[in-house]
């Protein structure tokens, strides 16, 4: 089936770094890719997305890719702030669910701990 | 609008003991599901929803049942509590146009001793 691999964390930065959190994928179609992001006590929100070969999405600084000839989407950022201390999860979206709707798989997600 | 609520935050079980979480959104969304949290395996999805009197498996649906009478709600139902099911908990919705963003509540940290 389909499947996210994302890099293993803790990832920790200092403020103003460059940020790479590298994801990739396996999937049988042509599936949309996501970042979504939790921070400390809440829930998940959408970060970004792109739903075709070469888009880019782009949100609050953070910036990743669709790489159909890699299946990657990693995520980047070029300057962090403790702020942006947070799980990254990397998701696809892998289509139709009995019923409708599409059905988030999700990487294992990545903690970045950013220090002044 | 409140968007997705989940009560409750936290909740310690013995085995063998039942319990619902609850889960309602304001956003007259038709799909809702849940997803179970756990370190190094990401999120995983329980059940889902497309709408009232529908309801599916996802990939990790035994021990857990749901039902969904209206648009707004749809709890989850740990019939027999095992020390597997210690996980956190999320409730998720989203619309038709665009089922792909999600909307997530705050989780439920469920401690089964």
């Known amino acids: 089936g389909d499947s996210v691999t994302q890099m293993e964390g803790p990832v920790t930065l200092s403020e103003e770094a460059f940020l790479t959190i590298n994801c990739t994928y396996t999937?049988?179609?042509?599936?949309?890719l996501f970042w979504y992001v939790q921070y400390p006590g809440e829930g998940l929100q959408l970060l970004l997305k792109?739903?075709?070969?070469?888009d880019k999405g782009s949100n609050k600084g953070f910036e990743a890719t669709y790489r159909k000839e890699t299946t990657s989407f990693h995520l980047e950022k070029g300057s962090v702030q403790v702020s942006d201390s947070a799980v990254y999860f990397c998701?696809?979206?892998?289509?139709?669910?009995?019923?409708?709707?599409?059905?988030?798989?999700f990487g294992t997600g990545t903690q970045l701990k950013v220090e002044l | 609008n409140a968007g997705v609520t989940q009560t409750p935050k936290f909740q310690v079980l013995k085995t063998g003991q039942s319990m619902t979480l609850q889960c309602a959104q304001d956003?007259?969304?038709?799909?809702m599901s849940w997803y179970r949290q756990d370190p190094g395996m990401g999120l995983r999805l329980i059940h889902y929803?497309?709408?009232?009197?529908?309801?599916d498996q996802g990939e990790v649906p035994n021990g857990y049942n749901v039902s969904r009478s209206t648009t707004e709600d749809f709890p989850l139902r740990l019939l027999s509590a095992a020390p597997s099911q210690t996980s956190v908990y999320f409730c998720?919705?989203?619309?038709?146009?665009?089922?792909?963003?999600?909307?997530f509540g705050p989780g439920t940290r469920l401690t089964v001793l």
């Open positions: 999937a049988t179609g042509y599936p949309s």
């Open positions: 956003m007259n969304h038709e799909y």
């Open positions: 998720a919705s989203s619309y038709g146009d665009d089922t792909d963003t999600q909307y």
């Open positions: 998701a696809l979206s892998e289509g139709i669910l009995t019923g409708g709707g599409n059905k988030l798989t």
């Open positions: 929803s497309v709408g009232a009197g529908i309801t």
């Open positions: 792109a739903t075709k070969a070469d």
